[in-house]
C-alpha cells in the first residue's frame, strides 16, 4: 500500500529546497489501529512524509528522469512530538547533494513552529528499465502519474505573492 503524505508544496527551489504540508485528518484508516484511543500519525510516515517531498526536488530538478525515488538510508532521526488530527506537518528539507544517482538531505517537519521530527536521508534515483528494458513502458506511466500528481500538489505563485 501507497500513502500519498503530502498534500501541497507551498515552496520549491528547484533543487535545493521544499516546504510541503500533510494535513492529518481523523478519517485515514491506519489511525484506527495506532493508537485508537490515541491516534496520532505513526513516525515512520512522518519519516516517509519527509522522504516524499525531497523525492520532489529530486524529480523537479532532474525534470522527472528517474521514474523511482527511494530511500536509501535515514541517519540521525528524532522524534520530538506527536502529530494529531486537525494538525498540519510542515516540512522543509534542504538539498545537500544531488546526481543523477543519488541526493543527500537535512529534513524536517513542525507543527506551528514547533519541531516534530528531523534527520538526514540519502534517496536512490532509478528506472526499471535500467535492470531489464522491457519496464520502459512502465517508467514512462510511473513519470506521467508523477508529472500529474506534482501539477496537482505544487501551488506555483508569482514572485511576491504571500501564501495565506
Known amino acids: 500500500m501507497k ?6 508544496i ?6 535545493r529546497r521544499i516546504v510541503a504540508h500533510k494535513a492529518l485528518s481523523l478519517a485515514e484508516e491506519y489511525l484506527g489501529d495506532h493508537f485508537p484511543a490515541f491516534p496520532v500519525l505513526p ?7 519527509m522522504v516524499q ?4 526536488i529530486v524529480r523537479e530538478a532532474l ?21 494529531a488530527p ?16 543519488q541526493s543527500v538531505f537535512t ?7 514547533r519541531e516534530i521530527v528531523k534527520g538526514k536521508l540519502t534517496l536512490r534515483h532509478l528506472n526499471l528499465a535500467d535492470s531489464n528494458p522491457h519496464l520502459a513502458e512502465i ?14 500538489t505544487w501551488v506555483r505563485r508569482p514572485v511576491g505573492v504571500a501564501v495565506g
Open 43 to 49: 513516525g515512520v510516515l512522518q519519516l516517509e512524509a
Open 63 to 83: 525534470d522527472f528522469a528517474p521514474s523511482l525515488v527511494l530511500l536509501k538510508e535515514a541517519r540521525n532521526i528524532t522524534y520530538k512530538s506527536f502529530l
Open 53 to 56: 517531498a525531497s523525492a520532489w
Open 107 to 113: 529534513a524536517g517537519g513542525s507543527v506551528d513552529g
Open 139 to 152: 517508467d514512462d506511466k510511473i513519470r506521467t502519474h508523477m508529472r500529474a500528481l506534482f501539477d496537482l
Open 3 to 8: 500513502f500519498i503524505l503530502i498534500d501541497r
Open 10 to 15: 507551498s515552496e520549491l527551489e528547484s533543487g
Open 86 to 101: 486537525g494538525q498540519v506537518l510542515t516540512i522543509e528539507s534542504n538539498c545537500k547533494e544531488l546526481t543523477a544517482e
